[in-house]
């Protein structure tokens, strides 16, 4: 394995909905901010790759209009995911696992405010024949996940209570955080039922972001940053298609995937001080947690339940994990994305600083 | 040997999704400059590149464009085609000219429709000006300006 680290991340302050920005104008800021946190000029970028969905956009090849704001010309080579931008965090590192250049630039546009029920969207990536002529909202299909978890005595309310109130306690002063605050767990238990047994703070608030990650290998990443975060493993798990096909209770992907990532790393989930996880509800936390056996920190700044700016979001949490350790705050993180309804797909990714 | 059901062939699932464009910075000058009869370009200051419409920022050199200011509209045929053949949501009926035009003091193009004249006489390098809308029906949009058409009199670029 060669060693690959993330050496510089930014993202936008969180927002429910930018009505300013075209999706170059959201993305400049940030990827000025990116480039310059790493010291270095565009022209010194090997490859860059991108994630956002044309269908949360309203528009075929919408992200093309994001290049304004990594420069086209003279011609770059790039790539881009139709997911989320997680996934082209992984294809830039598999790129520069494969010893393609040195440094690689990704970024994630999320904008879900665009399209005016996203229910309308995500009905459009189901199963054509059985499940979206149903037209399921996305709430509704998590909503069944979480009540098969309570029914198989893995979760209780009052759990995903406690999970949201930590959320917002710990989103308190996170520029990147689209609600914060101190509320208790009786005060969110008593608010009524969205998709029983969610209520509406069960569920990340849905807005508007970009983020931009530096990845560079060896000693370019130990250059361009005091501390690289290294990726040490990174894996990714995909389910059925169909929920009726698999037993929501269990989420084997993860499994999976942790255990291929823990043996590229040498060390394991339950070893990091700090993991962030694609929560975009509150219920999957405990189930996450559990299946990976954590015993450090989760979301320690709210994560996506308290901002999830669609196809940024699983980006943002490789981006938190390398930030705990740019900074010094941790020496081993877990990063999870996901994709898809009910954790359908899993993404760990594993990272260590130097000590 | 058993023969196989026929397999379904359709069945009707029709997705609507409705959205809000967000025009953004860049746009929104040049869209608001058509609700006034203007034509507004902006200036690289680093490539000098005048961009018509443009954007908020070069696209080459990732800097912020110059303050607006105002072209006189008229420009040269660039290149074009004639469309001859129908298609659903046309609003246009066949056969009709669309042009990519080069405003003059404009380093990009712009497109649009050529009309009042005999399609057979547009070429490129023809000069043409834009026919602007009646003034209630200016609006934040390309069609403020309802075509171009040959400036008469007027010689090639």
């Known amino acids: ?355 | 040997m058993s023969t196989l059901p026929t397999p379904v062939e359709s069945f009707t699932s029709p997705h609507k999704v409705d959205y809000t464009f967000v025009a953004g910075t860049g746009r929104s000058t040049f869209l608001r400059g058509l609700k006034h009869r203007t034509l507004l370009a902006r200036r690289c200051g680093t490539c000098e590149r005048v961009y018509l419409p443009a954007p908020e920022f070069c696209s080459r050199c990732l800097v912020e464009l110059s303050e607006p200011f105002q072209l006189g509209g008229s420009g040269v045929v660039e290149t074009f085609c004639v469309v001859n053949f129908p298609f659903p949501g046309q609003t246009i009926d066949p056969p009709y000219l669309v042009a990519y035009i080069q405003v003059d003091g404009a380093d990009t193009t712009l497109m649009h429709l050529i009309r009042d004249v005999e399609l057979s006489e547009v070429h490129i390098g023809m000069r043409v000006e834009p026919v602007w809308c009646a003034d209630e029906d200016l609006d934040t949009s390309m069609n403020s300006i309802r075509y171009y058409r040959p400036i008469a009199g007027g010689s090639d670029a």
């Open chain 1, 1 to 355: 394995m060669r060693d690959v680290a993330v050496v510089a991340f930014a993202q936008s302050p969180g927002t429910a909905a930018d009505r300013q920005d075209d999706m170059a104008e959201i993305l400049l800021p940030v990827m000025r901010e990116a480039l310059a946190s790493a010291g270095i000029d565009r022209s010194e970028v090997d490859f860059w790759a991108s994630g956002s969905h044309d269908f949360h956009e309203g528009r075929t090849f919408a992200y093309i209009e994001s290049l304004d704001a990594v420069g086209a010309w003279p011609p770059i080579s790039e790539s881009h995911v139709e997911m989320d931008a997680a996934w082209a965090a992984y294809e830039a590192w598999s790129w520069l696992q494969l010893g393609e250049g040195e440094i690689a630039v990704v970024y994630g546009v999320g904008r879900g405010s665009l399209a005016t029920d996203l229910d309308q969207v995500t009905n459009t990536q189901l199963d054509p024949y059985f499940l979206a002529p149903l037209r399921p909202h996305q709430d509704a299909i998590a909503a069944i996940q979480a009540q098969a978890l309570i029914a198989a005595g893995a979760l209780d309310e009052k759990q995903m209570a406690e999970v949201v109130a930590r959320a917002r306690a710990g989103a308190v002063g996170n520029p990147a955080a689209q609600v914060s605050g101190e509320v208790t767990v009786d005060e969110l238990l008593a608010a009524p039922y969205l998709a029983s047994p969610l209520r509406e703070h069960d569920r990340g608030p849905i807005g508007d972001a970009a983020a931009v990650m530096v990845l560079a290998a060896g000693d370019t990443a130990r250059r361009l940053a005091q501390r690289p975060a290294w990726v040490r493993g990174a894996d990714h798990r995909m389910d059925s298609h169909y929920p009726g096909t698999r037993d929501l209770t269990r989420t084997d992907t993860v499994g999976i995937a942790a255990d291929k990532a823990a043996r590229q790393a040498g060390f394991a989930a339950r070893d990091v001080d700090i993991a962030e996880l694609h929560t975009g509800y509150s219920y999957q936390e405990p189930l996450l947690a559990g299946a990976l056996e954590l015993s450090g920190a989760i979301n320690p700044g709210g994560g996506p339940l308290v901002a999830r700016p669609t196809t940024a979001t699983g980006l943002i949490r490789i981006g938190d994990a390398a930030r705990h350790i740019l900074t010094g705050r941790a020496d081993r993180t877990l990063a999870h994305a996901t994709n898809g309804p009910a954790l359908q797909q899993n993404m760990i990714c594993l990272l260590e600083g130097d000590r």
